[in-house]
């Protein structure tokens, strides 16, 4: 059990001396996520939205396959993104393999679902009540959805949260996608599991300790602005 005592101690240093490898990997980490976070949310949202608020024909079926995406694989979008990227596949010209996009594109897909997901279940549990109001007062299309969204605030800072811890701590697409290219692409995610399979414990732990802390930050924040909203 040394090695966990020896993990706390070691993360402390590290931040403490800013040591270059750990921020290296702290700047992929939030440069990724924080890419893909951004995209699942203006995508995710308005999705979401038609997908709790409108009837149509196959929405059952769509919001099964939102749902059955929940549980998607990191290692298989990994898989058929790695393979769309590579120079034989349809987007290799594109350049986005072992780059910080390339892992954001996968992170995206990822949260996604999520936050459609989310959003949709918010958007249903809204009282139908509210749509007949707003249209009483003469409220246009573009004004009840802006209405119902801010009914569902609450809901969809929750699907951002969920959506920040998946992608914050996914490995299979860093590692597949980004290739854990020192000083380039390399997550903490995929700098614990090198570290791990080296025997390096503590220094596992150190990451991964770093890795709680931006967590945790990051729900702060949220919940910061969850209460102000």
Do not use: C
Request: charged share 15%; aromatic share 6%; hydrophobic share 55%.
């Amino acid at each position: 059990m040394d090695f966990i005592q020896e993990g706390f101690i070691q993360a402390i240093t590290l931040l403490i001396n800013r040591d270059p490898a750990t921020f290296s990997s702290i700047s992929a980490t939030l440069r990724a996520s924080g890419l893909a976070l951004a995209a699942s949310l203006l995508l995710g949202i308005p999705l979401g939205y038609l997908l709790g608020y409108f009837d149509f024909r196959l929405k059952k079926q769509i919001r099964t396959i939102v749902d059955t995406l929940l549980a998607l694989p990191t290692v298989l979008i990994g898989l058929v993104l790695y393979a769309f990227l590579t120079r034989k596949g349809p987007l290799g010209e594109a350049g986005l393999l072992f780059s910080i996009p390339g892992i954001a594109i996968g992170q995206a897909i990822l949260s996604l679902p999520i936050i459609i997901s989310l959003t949709a279940t918010a958007v249903e549990a809204v009282d139908r009540n509210l749509h007949l109001t707003l249209m009483s007062l003469g409220a246009n299309r573009r004004q009840i959805a802006m209405s119902t969204l801010w009914e569902v605030r609450l809901g969809i800072l929750a699907a951002a949260v969920t959506g920040a811890g998946r992608v914050l701590t996914e490995v299979g697409i860093s590692l597949m996608v980004g290739g854990n290219i020192k000083w380039h692409t390399r997550t903490i995610t995929t700098a614990i599991a090198l570290e791990t399979s080296k025997g390096e414990f503590g220094t596992g732990i150190a990451l991964g300790l770093v890795l709680l802390l931006i967590a945790l930050t990051v729900n702060i924040t949220l919940a910061g602005l969850r209460r102000r909203v």
